[in-house]
Nanobody, 116 residues
Framework: QVQLVESGGGLVQAGGSLRLSCAAS????????LGWYRQTPGKQRELVAS???????RYADSVKGRFTISRDNAKNTVYLQMNSLKPEDTAAYYC??????????WGQGTQVTVSS
C-alpha cells in the first residue's frame, strides 16, 4: 500500500524559511518523478517544483531562486526548502510521486502560511 506523509508546514513571517518533507512507503523513489504542488482556495493546483528520475529539477517562475527540491532515494523522502517566503506563497502544499509506468500518488497536504 502506497502512503505519502508530509510534514514541515506552518506559520512563518515574510522573509522566513520552511522545509517541507514527504516520506513515502510502498514506492521505489529512484524510478519515480517527484513534485511539489500548491493550491489556494478557488484556484487550480499548480506545480511548484519537480525532480525527474535523472535528477533534473524544474521550478515555477514564481519560486526560482527561493525554493529547492531535493530527494533522498535511500530514505524515500522528498524535500522542499523554501527561503525568502512571501505572503503569496501561502497555500496548501502537496507532494506528488509518479513511479515509472504507474499512476501518480498524492500526499495529504500541509498548510504553509506566510504573514506580512
Amino acid at each position: 500500500q502506497v502512503q505519502l506523509v508530509e510534514s514541515g508546514g506552518g506559520l512563518v513571517q515574510a522573509g522566513g524559511s520552511l522545509r517541507l518533507s514527504c516520506a513515502a512507503s510502498g514506492i521505489i523513489f529512484s524510478i519515480s518523478r517527484l513534485g511539489w504542488y500548491r493550491q489556494t482556495p478557488g484556484k487550480q493546483r499548480e506545480l511548484v517544483a519537480s525532480s525527474d528520475i535523472s535528477g533534473i529539477t524544474r521550478y515555477a517562475d514564481s519560486v526560482k531562486g527561493r525554493f529547492t527540491i531535493s530527494r533522498d532515494n535511500a530514505k524515500n523522502t522528498v524535500y522542499l526548502q523554501m527561503n525568502s517566503l512571501k505572503p503569496e506563497d501561502t497555500a496548501a502544499y502537496y507532494c506528488n510521486v509518479v513511479p515509472m509506468g504507474e499512476i501518480g500518488y498524492w500526499g495529504q497536504g500541509t498548510q504553509v502560511t506566510v504573514s506580512s
